[in-house]
């Protein structure tokens, strides 16, 4: 009996799991985390929709955001500490506040890489 070759793009097979692909989260980088495939970094933000579709009511869904790609790892955290700091009240009483507001989500991210040695 002849193979029978089948057309088109292959179905996600969920039986069969890339070695080289892993997600990293961890309670420092929430709400976003990190999907390691064999060529790149992705950073992904977690989010609840506010807006529906067609005119609809939003459902408060949970969706997930590309941030963006990156090549090393450590390209990736400085992508979420940014990302982390522009999440940030809008107005600082002076620059103190806001040079502390800095240093607080780079610390806790360095202390990520210090950990590993990057």
């Known amino acids: 009996m002849p193979e029978i ?18 997600i990293i989260k961890d309670p420092l980088m929430e709400p976003f985390f990190i999907s390691k495939d064999a060529t790149n970094f992705t950073v992904i933000e977690k ?40 999440n940030n009240p809008g107005e600082y009483s002076s620059i103190q506040d806001y040079i502390n507001s800095w240093d607080k989500v780079k610390n806790g991210l360095e202390t990520i890489l210090n950990k590993i040695e990057l």
């Not at 869904?61 to 090393?72: H, L, M, R």
């Open 5 to 22: 070759k089948k057309r088109g793009r292959p179905s996600k097979d969920t039986q069969t799991q890339n070695p080289s692909y892993c």
């Open 47 to 86: 989010s609840i929709s506010t807006r529906g579709f067609a005119g609809k009511k939003a459902t408060g869904k949970e969706v997930e955001k590309t941030v963006g790609y990156y090549s090393s790892f450590k390209n990736a955290l400085n992508r979420i500490a940014k990302e982390k700091f522009y």
